[in-house]
């Protein structure tokens, strides 16, 4: 934005520069776009620089020219991450009007539309699926609801992947835990086995309180929840465990 406590003063050019890193932000290193001189007074701006990928992080500067042709200096870098990129990726259900949406969409958190017998939710159930592109070790964000704040993060090391997920009271849902296509794995809800797969035995779940019935398939095991705080473990073990 151009600030002047001069009359008539308007925008006349913009340059902006987006990075990978924030050192970058200088002309002629922007690796992801570095737009040039653009005459134009138009204060929004569509990107238009190298294709970003799902989960990239990002930093972004821009600078303003005068109605005189005089550059004013680079506004302070500000750091932003984008969300599912891929149409091809964006498969979760439509938030109710009213609800704040995730400021992550990787969590994968939706409210649906309607309740199961068709009638207006209320925000009684929600459905978390979270996605993991390639490079993103990590996750979080929220849905406020006039029931409470529906949260979820999820954190991916080399040991293991563990969800936390929150439900206000009055409030049940369907969270599917990734199983990152390991041949043998356990989950655990706060240290509880909960999922056991790849052993002599058939999978099946374990009682824990507030975790319902469970169904895997190649996205990995979603469970019934209540309303709670979660937290669940991935593992691999040894098929022999």
Known sequence: MLASDQRGQRQS??????ASRREQLQPGRADRWDSGRVESGEPDVAYAGRPLANGETCW???????????????????????????????????LRAGSEASPDPLLGIAVPECGSRGAPAGFDEVRTQPR???????AEGSIRTPRGCIAASWERTAE???????????????????????????????????????????PRPWQ???????TADDAGVTFELSSGDYRFRVSRVEADE
């Open 132 to 138: 993991l592109p390639g490079q993103r070790t990590r």
């Open 60 to 94: 972004w500067t821009v600078r303003c020219w005068d109605a005189g042709g005089r550059p004013g200096p680079w506004a302070a870098p500000e750091r932003f991450e984008t969300g599912l990129v891929d149409p091809a990726d964006r498969t979760g259900e439509r």
């Open 160 to 202: 293991a992947f563990t969800l936390k997920v929150t439900l206000p009271a009055g409030v049940s849902g369907l969270v599917t835990v990734p199983t990152l296509g390991l041949p043998a794995f356990r989950i655990d809800e706060h240290g509880a086995p909960v999922w056991r797969h790849g052993s002599p035995r058939a």
């Open 13 to 18: 050019s913009y340059q902006v520069l987006v």
């Open 208 to 214: 824990v309180d507030g975790v319902g019935a469970a």
